[in-house]
């Protein structure tokens, strides 16, 4: 399938769907920093058991691009 064949419809209403990403993104507060250390915490525990292949890689350093 080629990107040819999805209706104009279709891709309008995936780029509206990513507007609302960047509108409206305060501070982070205290619990939600701590809930990210916590999170990076166990997905290191997570990295040492099954390390992270260079596909997983590039998926998390453009995670921490887009990450505010």
Sequence with gaps: M???HIKPAAIAFLIAG???LGIGCEARGPAERTGEK???GIQNVKDTIDPPGPI???GR???KV???
């Design 56 to 58: 997983e890689k590039a």
């Design 61 to 63: 350093a453009v995670d």
């Design 2 to 4: 080629s990107i040819a």
């Design 18 to 20: 990513t507007i609302p």
């Design 38 to 40: 916590i999170d990076r």
């Design 66 to 68: 887009f990450d505010r």
